[in-house]
């Protein structure tokens, strides 16, 4: 599976953006998919996973309400609608397909990762 994140750009505090997370090689359609950040010098964390099955999202609480992720498998596309940024968003974002179908927060249960969108908000 290949992942190719899409969308990211600078955009200033208050604004949004949408990413988009394109899969190829093969369907994720029964793969938990998840959008995760990373600033340099910080671990990679978690943003946002969605159930292959249910649908159902989960958000680091910091995102909650402000942060949505769908996926369309029909597309086989991941998006995360990001509306009222800032400063602290800012961050290369990943897209990652998990090996289970469930929505998982944990870094070390997604086995694809795509190569990352940079997002830059300013004040």
């Known amino acids: 599976v290949q992942l190719q994140a899409s969308g990211g750009g600078l955009v200033q505090a208050g604004g949004s953006l949408r990413l988009s997370c394109a899969a190829s090689g093969r369907s994720v359609r029964t793969n938990g998919m998840g959008w995760f950040r990373q600033v340099p010098g910080k671990e990679r964390e978690f943003v946002a996973s969605?159930?292959?099955?249910?649908?159902?999202?989960v958000y680091r609480d910091s995102v909650q309400g402000r942060f949505f992720v769908s996926r369309d498998n029909a597309k086989n596309t991941v998006y995360l609608q990001m509306n009222s940024l800032n400063p602290e968003d800012t961050a290369v974002y990943y897209c990652?397909?998990?090996?289970?179908?469930?929505?998982?927060?944990?870094?070390?249960?997604?086995?694809?990762w795509g190569r990352g969108t940079l997002v830059t908000v300013s004040s």
């Open positions: 969605i159930d292959a099955n249910s649908f159902l999202p």
């Open positions: 990652a397909a998990a090996r289970t179908p469930a929505w998982t927060k944990i870094v070390t249960d997604y086995d694809y």
